[in-house]
């Protein structure tokens, strides 16, 4: 059988030259479709990049911060540079810095300023220590609590006729307009009407100088901003600090102590994003360092089910 296949292969060459030549021209045509599959395909892959370089980038929402830059301190206040800093300021800058889709800048204005932007649409978030009342969450959103310090309250040096919250009544203070300690005390003088306080409001806080100075009998604030107050204006040889327990502190404010950002009552996507990076700072101990940078290891711990606590307490008197 190869004796046969030898001699047609030798009796046929041209044929056997004509066959390698369709062969070759085969090959010639399938690399030519290969070649022309892989330049569509790279085309296709090239049109693919140029939509994709071509895309516009996701546009970020601006979010404007308010504040008044005037403290308390260490909580927000505008330091010797001309920059605003403090715990409040830190904090929220911590929790946009995990919200790329917003970008964001502060704004400086008049306390009152704050809400009136947020109404018209200026401001997005209010930042200044705000405490809780009813009246601004039924108009506004609250987001987590942030802050949940100690309070204190601050009189003049021998002066003993107040040791707690028990014996403010008849005695003089300054608050205020729109601060979480009007709200308070003009609770506390509805329900002591035959022993009110007797309450000063001021435009300029200088309330401890006044302490110090004996033009009012006593102030009520946080402890971390009180000590701050009194190192920075060199008061502490003029100043007594009477600790208050937090539980004496919640009734005497209506039984919430946190402190809060606020955003316009409709923005509940920007609120939830500031809650979830809020959270998400308490349990990675994000927030505890800060504090105890701002406060001191003494700091109080602020938890994620005082968190919650504060949510629930908001959600049952907005519901009643």
Not at 8 to 18: C, E, H, R, V
Not at 98 to 112: R, S, W
């Amino acid at each position: 059988m190869r004796k046969q296949l030898k001699k047609k292969i030798a009796g046929l060459l041209t044929a056997s030259f004509i066959v390698a030549s369709l062969f070759t021209g085969c090959g010639k045509k399938e690399d030519t479709d290969n070649t022309t599959k892989e330049s569509e395909s790279s085309t296709e892959a090239s049109a693919d990049n140029d939509v994709e370089d071509t895309e516009a980038p996701v546009e970020k929402r601006k979010i404007v911060i308010a504040t008044s830059g005037a403290g308390p301190e260490p909580f927000c206040y505008t330091d010797e540079n001309g920059e605003l800093t403090g715990y409040d300021i830190e904090l929220i800058r911590l929790v946009f810095e995990g919200l790329p889709q917003y970008d964001v800048e502060f704004a400086v204005c008049e306390f009152q300023s704050i809400f009136t932007g947020i109404d018209t649409g200026i401001y997005q978030v209010g930042l200044n220590h705000l405490g809780y009342n009813k009246e601004r969450a039924e108009k506004y959103l609250y987001t987590d609590t942030y802050d949940v310090g100690s309070h204190s309250i601050a009189v003049r040096k021998g002066y003993d006729e107040i040791k707690s919250l028990a014996d403010i009544g008849g005695h003089s203070t300054q608050i205020t307009a729109a601060s979480a300690n009007e709200t308070t005390f003009l609770r506390y003088n509805e329900e002591n009407p035959d022993n009110p306080l007797d309450l000063t409001y001021i435009e300029v806080d200088n309330t401890l100088v006044d302490v110090a100075n004996g033009v009012v009998d006593f102030e009520y604030f946080t402890t971390a901003t009180l000590e701050a107050q009194i190192a920075e204006k060199g008061l502490e040889d003029k100043i007594d600090l009477i600790p208050v327990p937090i539980e004496d502190s919640e009734n005497f404010t209506g039984g919430l102590k946190g402190i809060f950002y606020i955003v316009a009552k409709d923005d509940t996507q920007l609120a939830d994003d500031i809650n979830a990076r809020i959270e998400e700072l308490i349990a990675d101990g994000t927030v505890a360092e800060l504090r105890a940078e701002w406060f001191g290891d003494s700091a109080d711990e602020l938890t994620l089910e005082y968190v919650e606590r504060c949510k629930e307490y908001i959600a049952n008197e907005l519901s009643e």
